[in-house]
């Protein structure tokens, strides 16, 4: 397809797009997106959810350790 044509399609579809009267149906929205906010996990990813958390004493642990040779050198 030649560059013409190309672009020809692309404005198309961007004229579509942009004079297309949507109507969004916001209350149902808003009720999907409060079901699926906190932290949901499924049951299928919950192993790998808790394997990859970070634990507190290790966040701990990781902030007092030096992070590199300058800060022994000083």
Do not use: C, W
């Amino acid at each position: 397809m030649g560059r013409g044509r190309q672009k020809a399609k692309q404005t198309k579809v961007a004229r579509e797009l942009k004079y297309r009267s949507v109507s969004t149906d916001f209350a149902s929205l808003e009720e999907e997106l409060r079901q699926h906010s906190g932290n949901d996990i499924p049951a299928a990813y919950a192993d790998l959810a808790e394997a990859y958390s970070p634990d507190d004493d290790e966040a701990d642990q990781e902030e007092s350790e030096p992070e590199g040779p300058d800060d022994e050198a000083t």
